[in-house]
């Protein structure tokens, strides 16, 4: 199985400033024959399910502002929320859909400052 | 619109089943791969398995292996989760995800609302 560790844990960012979630697979997730990583983010606030913000480690869902961005590549990603808004306090995972069992970070909590 | 309709909260004792089902409409049912997830109270996200609308196979997390189901109904778009011997550590919301376009590998696009299964004597 791949495991999706996630750093940190939480963290604490003051109302326009950048919050950055780092996400590491144990093996790759980058297909070669496509040059696709199999890797998406989700957003998840209390009571809801989860909502889909990123897939292919970098493509934005439909609808989702541009202050959420994804990177990286193989083993190593990371999501960007350029410019904290009251309404990104959430829990964020990520998620890879390279090989059963798709597997799911432990999430990270993102709290203002 | 596209969205996946969960059924309703269900409180069962140990040792019991439970079968909660999934209600797709907007789009071509067979079409996406179903997925179910289940999240306990205060804990992460957990793959329960897949199964392809089209042909009725599946797959399965390890860990539920022999105890959970997933069938689909393609004459009125719903996909079902049977579990079964359900103990404590079942108590979890269930939710279904529409993945991917023809493929089993997908990102999870669309989300049901969850169901919250109680295992309780």
């Known amino acids: 199985d791949i495991v999706m560790t996630q750093s940190p844990d939480s963290l604490a960012v003051s109302l326009g400033e950048r919050a950055t979630i780092n996400c590491k697979s144990s093996?790759?997730?980058?297909?070669?024959?496509?040059?696709?990583?199999?890797l998406a983010w989700y957003q998840q606030k209390p009571g809801q399910p989860p909502n889909l913000l990123i897939y292919?480690?970098?493509t934005r869902e439909s609808g989702v502002p541009d202050r959420f961005s994804g990177s990286g590549s193989g083993t190593d990603f990371t999501l960007t929320i350029s410019s904290l808004q009251a309404e990104d306090v959430a829990v964020y995972y990520c998620?890879?859909?390279?090989?059963?069992?798709?597997?799911f970070g432990p999430g990270t909590k993102v709290e203002i400052k | 619109q596209v969205q996946l309709v969960q059924s309703g909260a269900e409180v069962k004792k140990p040792g019991a089943s439970v079968k909660i089902s999934c209600k797709a409409s907007?789009?071509?049912?067979?079409?996406?791969?179903i997925h179910w997830v289940r999240q306990a109270p205060g804990q992460g996200l957990e793959w329960v398995g897949m199964?392809?609308?089209?042909?009725?196979?599946?797959t399965y997390a390890q860990s539920f292996q022999g105890r959970v189901t997933l069938t689909r109904d393609t004459s009125t778009s719903t996909v079902y989760l049977d579990l079964n011997s359900l103990r404590s550590e079942d108590t979890a919301v269930y939710y279904c995800?529409?993945?991917?376009?023809?493929?089993?590998?997908?990102?999870?696009?669309?989300w049901g609302q969850g169901t919250m299964v109680t295992v309780s004597s």
């Open positions: 995800a529409r993945g991917g376009l023809g493929a089993s590998r997908g990102a999870f696009h669309i």
């Open positions: 292919w480690a970098s």
């Open positions: 093996q790759s997730v980058l297909y070669d024959s496509n040059n696709k990583n199999y």
């Open positions: 907007g789009y071509t049912f067979t079409n996406n791969y």
């Open positions: 199964i392809n609308p089209t042909t009725g196979s599946t």
């Open positions: 998620h890879q859909y390279y090989s059963t069992p798709f597997t």
